[in-house]
């Protein structure tokens, strides 16, 4: 069993950055892809950013392409979302989740069928 735990949410302006952390417990998370997914309030859940086992391999939706990194230390049993160039409509609560995977799988997952997940953090972007 893995536990997910994301950090590092907040309120930020426009054009600010965050760095969103999710730490892994119970089992090591060097064998997972993982992924960051995002809900604002009424809206379906949206994929934003996954990245290989190895960290060798990312992929991005359109929406975050050049403003956000998703990075990993296997080390640490942490992956990473830094996000820079925030937009008003960037707010969300912001989960990871684990997966067997690639990226593009986890991306073009939308989310269904991921392993573990974690229980979201409350990233809200002012203008």
């Known amino acids: 069993q893995v536990r997910l735990v994301e950090s590092g949410g907040g309120l930020v302006q426009a054009g600010g950055s965050l760095r969103l952390s999710c730490a892994a417990s119970g089992r090591t998370l060097s064998t997972y892809g993982m992924g960051w997914f995002r809900q604002a309030p009424g809206k379906e859940r949206e994929f934003v950013a996954a990245i290989s086992w190895s960290g060798g391999s990312t992929y991005y939706a359109d929406s975050v392409k050049g403003r956000f990194t998703i990075s990993r230390d296997n080390a640490k049993n942490t992956v990473y979302l830094q996000m820079n160039s925030l937009k008003p409509e960037d707010t969300a609560v912001y989960y990871c989740?684990?997966?067997?995977?690639?990226?593009?799988?986890?991306?073009?997952?939308?989310?269904?069928?991921?392993?573990?997940w974690g229980k979201g953090t409350l990233v809200t972007v002012s203008s």
């Open positions: 989740a684990a997966d067997g995977r690639s990226p593009y799988s986890i991306a073009t997952s939308r989310g269904n069928g991921m392993d573990y």
